[in-house]
Nanobody
């Protein structure tokens, strides 16, 4: 499994960005998730999608503002981020793993990680 994230950049507060994650080698048993790490903070869960069912789970902090989608033919997962806030500034990572439902928000459930893409939201 190889993951490559892109799409980060600088955006003003209230703006939007769309991140892409190409997840080659992902099969039906995987979940592909988005995590982020702000300066001086721990890595935190943003959201994830079950590759087989398409079920999507979000952290409460982004629910209603961020949307995960996928294109199975392209093995690509998208993270559409709207109404961005300065608190969303972080390096965003995509990751893949055979996460069980009870641990789907746990970074330790994801074995494969992309290189990260920086999102900076200016206030």
């Amino acid at each position: 499994v190889q993951l490559q994230a892109c799409g980060g950049g600088l955006v003003q507060s209230g703006g939007s960005l769309r991140l892409s994650c190409t997840a080659s080698g992902v099969t039906s048993s995987y979940s592909v998730g988005w995590f982020r790490q702000a300066p001086g903070k721990d890595r935190e869960f943003v959201g994830t999608i079950r590759w087989s069912s398409g079920a999507i789970y979000y952290d409460d902090s982004v629910k209603g503002r961020f949307t995960i989608s996928r294109d199975k033919a392209k093995s690509t997962v998208y993270l559409q981020m709207d109404s961005l806030e300065s608190e969303d500034t972080a390096i965003y990572y995509c990751a893949a793993g055979r996460a069980i439902l009870s641990a789907i928000r746990d970074a330790r459930s994801y074995v494969y990680w992309g290189q990260g893409t920086l999102v900076t939201v200016s206030s």
